[in-house]
Nanobody
């Protein structure tokens, strides 16, 4: 399985970006896909995640992005999108896609290449 992330870039504060992560190959039957971010000098943190179960999956968000971001997946459950609105300079970070089995910790899952999001004030 490989993960291909896309959608980062430079945006002004208050703007929007949509990150996508496409999984290719044989994915797991019960998994969670998520977006994490790491800002300079800070630890990697969860932004949002979505599970493979159910028609829409179970989602989770960091408090810092709740209400401003929406994670979703396509019908084939192989691509996950993160729509981020009302972006703030503190959202600036390298964003990483993660795919893991539902019972695994993210560190044991697969990571995509990072995509840089820069929010200018």
């Amino acid at each position: 399985v490989q993960l291909q992330a896309s959608g980062g870039g430079l945006v002004q504060a208050g703007g929007s970006l949509r990150l996508s992560c496409a999984a290719s190959g044989n994915t797991f039957s019960d998994y969670v896909m998520g977006w994490y971010r790491q800002a300079p000098g800070k630890e990697r943190e969860l932004v949002a995640s979505i599970s493979s179960g159910g028609p829409r999956g179970t989602t989770a968000y960091a408090d810092s992005v709740k209400g401003r971001s929406t994670i979703s997946r396509d019908l084939a459950k192989t691509t996950v999108h993160l729509q981020m609105n009302s972006l703030k300079p503190e959202d600036t970070a390298v964003y990483y896609c993660n795919l893991r089995r539902a019972w695994e910790s993210p560190d044991l899952g697969l990571w995509g290449q990072g995509t840089l999001v820069t929010v200018s004030s």
